[in-house]
């Protein structure tokens, strides 16, 4: 492949990352709704039920502030995700979205360019909250911190791409709200984030080993225990949730690419 042909492949990439970056600038209420209604999640239902939940398959000692914390990082993932990807709505009804599909560039260009964009932002978001891991009780190592970011970059890759599945589809933000509300919360619910799979029903245990995001919770929960991996508690081991989160995300693009390949003008 000859540099023209990279540059040209690249270029519409580059561009709508770009794009993305410069619409969360301008668009601040965005970090609030994406960062800081975790964190609110995460401190009132942390400090609230420290007192009376103790997590089942951990180990002694740990309190449901602590526990609670790597499924906050995977919330402020999700809800960036979500505000990255409703702007497919957005720019149907603006006109853009029409401009870029009748552009002489691949869609799977275009859905690529998308899908990073909005994993970068999560990506910078879920770097924020990593810097509060003290106050949950977790020592990072820098080795931690770097598996950590990998883990984050899968998990948001694989949620952006799905959003793109839901967004190509939907003409409404209402209609693209109400199908992400039913699909997204209750697979981070069920990832592990909220509870831990031990002691719950059989059926209830299967339906979280089938969810995705459940493997890339189990990860970055023992990336941010590299050190100390009997700390992470009972959870799927870190080579298999890795490549599981992989192939969950590389799905998810191939599934948004298909559909906007169907898509017309």
């Known amino acids: 492949?000859?540099?023209?042909?990279?540059?040209?492949?690249?270029?519409?990439?580059?561009?709508?990352?770009?794009?993305?970056?410069?619409?969360?600038?301008?668009?601040?209420?965005?970090?609030?709704?994406?960062?800081?209604?975790?964190?609110?999640?995460?401190?009132?239902?942390?400090?609230?039920?420290?007192?009376s939940f103790r997590p089942p398959g951990m180990p002694a000692g740990t309190a449901y502030l602590e526990y609670f914390y790597p499924g906050i990082i995977a919330l402020i993932l999700l809800f960036t995700t979500i505000f990255a990807t409703i702007s497919v709505v957005e720019d149907r009804r603006e006109g853009f979205l029409q401009?870029?599909?009748?552009?002489?560039?691949?869609?799977?260009?275009?859905?690529?360019?998308?899908?990073?964009?909005?994993?970068?932002?999560?990506?910078?978001?879920?770097?924020?909250?990593?810097?509060l891991a003290p106050f949950a009780g977790i020592s990072l190592t820098p080795l931690a911190v770097l598996t950590a970011i990998g883990v984050m970059f899968l998990v948001a890759f694989g949620l952006t791409s799905l959003g793109l599945v839901i967004a190509w589809r939907i003409d409404s933000t209402q209609g693209f709200h109400a199908i992400m509300n039913l699909i997204l919360i209750p697979i981070w619910v069920l990832s592990g984030a909220f509870f831990p799979a031990s002691n719950l029903p059989g059926w209830l245990q299967w339906v979280m080993k089938l969810n995705p995001l459940t493997y890339g919770v189990a990860a970055l929960r023992r990336c941010l225990y590299l050190g100390n991996p009997a700390l992470a508690g009972d959870v799927p081991p870190l080579l298999s949730s890795l490549v599981l989160t992989a192939v969950f995300g590389l799905l998810a693009f191939l599934a948004a690419t298909a559909v906007a390949r169907r898509s017309t003008t």
């Open 1 to 51: 492949m000859d540099k023209q042909t990279t540059v040209r492949l690249a270029l519409p990439v580059m561009t709508l990352w770009w794009r993305e970056m410069v619409r969360f600038c301008r668009q601040r209420s965005r970090l609030v709704g994406a960062f800081v209604q975790p964190v609110l999640f995460w401190i009132l239902l942390g400090a609230g039920l420290s007192a």
């Open 99 to 131: 401009a870029v599909l009748v552009a002489p560039v691949s869609r799977a260009s275009i859905v690529l360019g998308q899908v990073l964009g909005g994993t970068t932002l999560a990506l910078l978001q879920g770097l924020l909250f990593l810097l």
